[in-house]
Structure formats: C-alpha cells, structure tokens
C-alpha cells in the first residue's frame, strides 16, 4: 500500500502542475533566464517546500478546510504574487540576458522557497484531492504513509517543474525566440492569471 500511496503522490501533483500558473511559469522564466541548472535549483528547493507543507495539510486537513477567512487572504496574496511576477518578468525583458556565470544559486533557492510557501492552491488541491484519495483507498495515512505520500508529492512537483524549464529551453532553442520575447509572453500571463483571479474573487466568490 505504501509504493501505491508513493505513485499515486507522484502522478496526481505533476498532473496538478501541468495547467498554466505561477509556479511552471517562473520555472520556464527561470530556465531561459539563467539556464536549465538554475531552473533545477529552484524546482528542488520549490519541491522540498511542497513537501514538508503536503505532509502538513495532509494531517491537519479539516482544520485547513475550517478556515475560511485564512483561505481568503491566501488567495488575495496570490493577485499580488501573479502582479509581481509579472512586472519581474516584464522589466527582465527590458535587460540585457546575463551570462549564466554570473547568476547566483541562492537567488532560485529563495524564489522556489517562497513560492512553496505563498501557493495557496496547494491548500484546495490536498485538503480536496487528499480526502478524496484516502476515501477511496487510493493512499494509506497509517504508519509512514503521509511521509511516503510528502515525499512522492515532492517529486512529482519537481518532474513537472524541470519537464517545463526543458520545453522552455526547447521553445527558445527550436523557434530562435529572444528572451526579450519569451518575458514578454510570460509578464502577459501572469498579468492574465492576476486578472482572473481578481475578477474570481470579487464577483464568484
């Protein structure tokens, strides 16, 4: 039951990172920023976050779902985190690419960690898709199975997350497109998600 429970965790957060959002967008800004290896960095250090807060919300799930209020404010961070993003990926359209020897580690580690911590869609994803699971025995929560299951999580973010800095590469590689271009792009999406969001919060909420 455990290797299920592992796979099963696996499978259901790379699926869960496939649509467009802020976090494969900012591997994808990352990758063809400041290389595949600073992409990586960032989807490790993004994955061990996941990771740790996946095996929390797996065990405090009904008190996750309680608050409201708490889910709210998340949600509001995250216009401000799209809005953000956005204008870094637009004024890094404007800059000349660095060498990708000049681009220091700690700068992706400190962007995977924070966005692991503001990602307040994770919060519906496990406390939903979690309970969801484990009601159909899908993934075991006895002995080491929120262990197993955090850690499976964990990869399964950072496949998707590398897989998207790859396509990035490719993209810019394949079609010669500028990195003054591909920043442009994704300033545009995220400008996109944080209207989207806004518009979800004030009228469907």
Do not use: H
Request: proline share 2%; net charge positive; with cysteine.
């Amino acid at each position: 039951m455990l290797l299920l429970t592992f796979f099963v965790a696996i499978v259901v957060n790379f699926v869960g990172y496939i649509p467009i959002g802020n976090i494969n967008l900012t591997a994808m800004q990352i990758s063809i920023n400041k290389g595949i290896k600073q992409a990586t960095i960032f989807a490790t250090s993004f994955a061990l976050v996941e990771g740790l807060f996946t095996y929390i919300l797996m065990r405090f799930a009904e008190w996750f779902v309680s608050e409201k209020d708490f889910l709210s404010w998340l949600e509001w961070i995250m216009v401000g985190i799209f809005l953000l993003m956005g204008t870094i990926a637009y004024f890094q359209s404007k800059k000349e690419a660095k060498p990708m020897e000049d681009v220091k580690k700690k700068d992706s580690i400190r962007t995977g960690i924070i966005l692991g911590v503001f990602n307040p869609m994770i919060i519906p994803f496990w406390t939903i898709g979690g309970t969801y699971l484990i009601a159909n025995n899908w993934i075991t929560t006895a002995g080491f199975g929120l262990i197993v299951f955090a850690i499976g999580a964990s990869i399964g973010s950072f496949a998707c997350l590398y897989l998207f800095g790859r396509f990035a590469m490719y993209i810019q590689n394949k079609f010669s497109f500028s990195n003054k271009v591909i920043n442009r792009s994704i300033a545009i999406m995220f400008f996109c998600l944080a209207i989207f969001q806004t518009v979800r919060l004030i009228l469907f909420k």
